[in-house]
């Protein structure tokens, strides 16, 4: 097995910390190198819990164990009962290890106490599958972390849409920066690094002001406001806080990875497409009427791409213009991966490119178009966008954009691979026009791509040298909350 050096770094890390969050960018191998740091850390079997997708469909740890880990054999714990596994015998010197994956729902149906006793490592893809602390979910994978040795967490993303996601990751980690602080260090948490506040949500009766919610009408505050926590504020004292638990790693810090450009394609709207796409939001209209939706509402719905109908609408016409690009000869005789977010789009180009006669296969078919000549390779982005490496493509197309952009640079990742030996093209085509739903979309996915960039990357040497006079002026601005956090 071959593991780059910034995978090894991670490794010698993780294999020094029994809590630890491995943050590498995605695509740069989190699941071999979660996996080699488990078979040297523990002397039990190993616990995968991941999304039932990872269990059942992907199957990532699988393939990697098959592929790259000849002393161990992996079981699904959907598929196998965990004490006819065979891992229960007491395990001696040079035995057959064992990773056993299963999703968190399906810990319920296991003995605790089994669990403890065959099990000293817990990897946990996607760090935010149990973000819910109050949840039954996040309970149970909360009390059996507790137990283990090792506990080993994954994530390209650790931040997604704000600093409150981390909140959930950091219990499990045991932190010092929240352990133990109940729901005082939640909302403490989220005030300094989340804009975490109380949120005015209906409008308050004549008579009675905010002071009286807070006062003699108390028991009535949450009819009319609730906590808000969806920003990400003070990222870098954040990120400083969390480096004796976290790795964090770039692409763009190591020497593996090909150039990537990425860029952008706007398709001018048709006559035809404009009425369609007008009457798909009169038709909302009508819809949300019925609902009685409060309509003054419905216009910010619009800037928040609520309407799925447009945006469907916009996705069948740029289609269109992406095969004809393809046909035409756009990207010459490039091998390459097409995603569309919605199904009917992923049928509607698929008959697209047959008309054309342009050479496909679909996701369901990878490993043939990687044995074959078709050119392009079609998928939707929610359903394929983990798992499949595919350097044999070297330009990524996107119909549409998903609303949350690690979705996208998942998929991208399909191409950006270290076995990748061209230069990269992502181009993703949008609707021409200011007030259209793309535009929306993108201007979304820029600003949750510029809080994730902005904890992501590296601390400098200038930035830790000003970090104690940075933390001096957070525990000034908020003192009650970085004294109960121990900041």
């Known amino acids: 097995m071959k593991l780059?050096?910034?995978?090894?770094?991670?490794?010698?890390?993780?294999?020094?910390?029994?809590?630890?969050?491995?943050?590498l960018d995605l695509g740069m191998g989190k699941t071999i190198?979660?996996?080699?740091?488990?078979?040297?850390?523990?002397?039990?079997?190993?616990?995968?819990?991941?999304?039932?997708?990872?269990?059942?469909?992907?199957?990532?740890?699988?393939?990697?164990?098959?592929?790259?880990?000849?002393?161990?054999?992996?079981?699904?714990?959907?598929?196998?009962?965990?004490l006819f596994t065979g891992i229960d015998k007491p395990s001696v010197e040079g035995s057959i290890r064992s990773v056993c994956g299963i999703n968190p729902e399906g810990l319920k149906k296991h003995n605790l106490k089994d669990i403890n006793r065959m099990f000293d490592v817990m990897i946990i893809d996607e760090a935010t599958l149990a973000k819910t602390t109050t949840s039954n979910r996040f309970k149970i994978v909360h009390k059996i972390a507790k137990e283990m040795d090792y506990l080993i967490m994954l994530s390209g993303t650790p931040m997604l849409n704000g600093a409150s996601e981390l909140y959930a990751p950091l219990l499990l980690l045991d932190h010092t920066l929240v352990s133990g602080k109940k729901a005082e260090g939640k909302k403490a948490f989220?005030?300094?690094?989340?804009?975490?506040?109380?949120?005015?949500?209906?409008?308050?009766?004549?008579?009675?002001?905010?002071?009286?919610?807070?006062g003699r009408l108390r028991s009535q505050r949450w009819k009319y406001i609730a906590w808000w926590a969806k920003g990400a504020n003070h990222v870098r004292e954040l990120r400083y806080l969390l480096?004796?638990?976290?790795?964090?790693?770039?692409?763009?810090?190591?020497?593996?990875?090909?150039?990537?450009?990425?860029?952008?394609?706007?398709?001018?709207?048709?006559?035809?497409?404009?009425?369609?796409?007008?009457?798909?939001?009169?038709?909302?209209l009508v819809e949300a009427k019925k609902r009685k939706v409060d309509m003054e509402n419905v216009k910010e719905l619009k800037n928040l791409i609520e309407n799925g109908q447009c945006y469907q609408v916009n996705s069948r016409w740029k289609a269109k213009s992406?095969?004809?690009?393809?046909?035409?000869?756009?990207?010459?005789?490039?091998?390459?991966?097409?995603?569309?977010?919605?199904?009917?789009?992923?049928?509607?180009?698929?008959?697209?490119?047959?008309?054309?006669?342009?050479?496909?296969?679909?996701?369901?078919?990878?490993?043939?178009?990687?044995?074959g000549n078709e050119q392009v390779i079609v998928g939707r982005i929610k359903a394929n966008s983990k798992g499949a490496n595919l350097p044999e493509a070297s330009v990524c197309i996107f119909i549409d954009m998903d609303f949350v952009p690690s979705n996208n640079i998942q998929a991208e990742n399909r191409i950006d691979r270290p076995e990748q030996e061209n230069e990269m093209l992502i181009i993703y085509?949008?609707?021409?026009?200011?007030?259209?739903?793309?535009?929306?979309?993108r201007n979304i996915n820029k600003d949750k791509a510029r809080k994730i960039n902005k904890f992501m990357q590296p601390l400098t040497k200038e930035e830790i040298e000003e970090m104690p006079n940075k933390l001096k002026s957070l525990r000034e601005k908020y003192p009650k909350e970085t004294t109960l956090l121990g900041i």
Request: aromatic share 14%; hydrophobic share 40%; glycine share 6%.
């Open 243 to 284: 480096r004796d638990n976290f790795f964090f790693m770039l692409k763009g810090e190591t020497d593996v990875f090909k150039k990537k450009v990425r860029t952008v394609k706007y398709v001018q709207m048709g006559a035809r497409w404009l009425a369609e796409y007008v009457r798909a939001w009169e038709n909302y």
């Open 190 to 214: 989220e005030r300094i690094f989340a804009g975490g506040h109380d949120r005015q949500i209906r409008k308050l009766p004549a008579g009675i002001t905010m002071a009286d919610l807070y």
């Open 429 to 441: 085509y949008l609707t021409e026009g200011k007030d259209v739903v793309d535009t929306h979309v």
């Open 4 to 23: 780059w050096d910034y995978q090894k770094k991670a490794v010698e890390f993780m294999s020094k910390t029994p809590r630890s969050y491995l943050a």
């Open 33 to 82: 190198t979660s996996l080699a740091t488990a078979e040297e850390v523990g002397k039990k079997n190993i616990l995968l819990v991941a999304e039932k997708t990872e269990i059942v469909n992907s199957q990532n740890f699988r393939r990697e164990v098959e592929k790259h880990f000849g002393g161990i054999i992996y079981y699904s714990l959907r598929e196998t009962d965990l």
């Open 322 to 371: 992406v095969a004809e690009d393809i046909a035409g000869g756009v990207y010459g005789n490039k091998r390459i991966v097409a995603f569309s977010m919605f199904v009917e789009t992923d049928k509607i180009f698929q008959e697209l490119l047959a008309e054309a006669k342009v050479s496909f296969k679909t996701f369901e078919e990878i490993d043939e178009w990687k044995a």
